[in-house]
């Protein structure tokens, strides 16, 4: 299983990125897909979710400016950041889970890819 994320960079705050992540090696329409990040000092954190049915899920601090979605003919996930504040400066990462739950913590993940650094100048 290959998870392969880009689409990181340095943004001005109030900017927009948009991480891909393509997807190999595993039967992807079944599979949960979600976004992670770890800013520096910090654990990882659940930023988005979406399940197979395409139910999704973000974190708190993200809602209303990040949008997860998945195109399953391409076996890639992406995740829209608007709105981009210095706090959401971090790596990011995909990862990939068989459990079918858009809001699962980073333990049921099982697949992840090399991570993304995304940074945000205020």
């Known amino acids: 299983v290959q998870l392969q994320a880009s689409g990181g960079g340095l943004v001005q705050a109030g900017g927009s990125l948009r991480l891909s992540c393509a997807a190999s090696?595993?039967?992807?329409?079944?599979?949960?897909m979600g976004w992670f990040r770890q800013a520096p000092g910090k654990q990882r954190e659940l930023v988005a979710g979406?399940?197979?049915?395409?139910?999704?899920h973000y974190a708190g601090s993200v809602k209303g400016r990040f949008t997860i979605s998945r195109d399953n003919a391409k076996s890639a996930v992406y995740l829209q950041m608007n709105s981009l504040i210095p706090e959401d400066t971090a790596v990011y990462y995909c990862a990939a889970s068989l459990w079918n739950t858009a809001s699962q913590p980073r333990e049921r993940y099982h697949e992840w890819g090399q991570g993304t650094l995304v940074t945000v100048s205020s």
């Open positions: 979406i399940d197979r049915e395409s139910i999704t």
């Open positions: 090696g595993l039967t992807f329409s079944i599979y949960t």
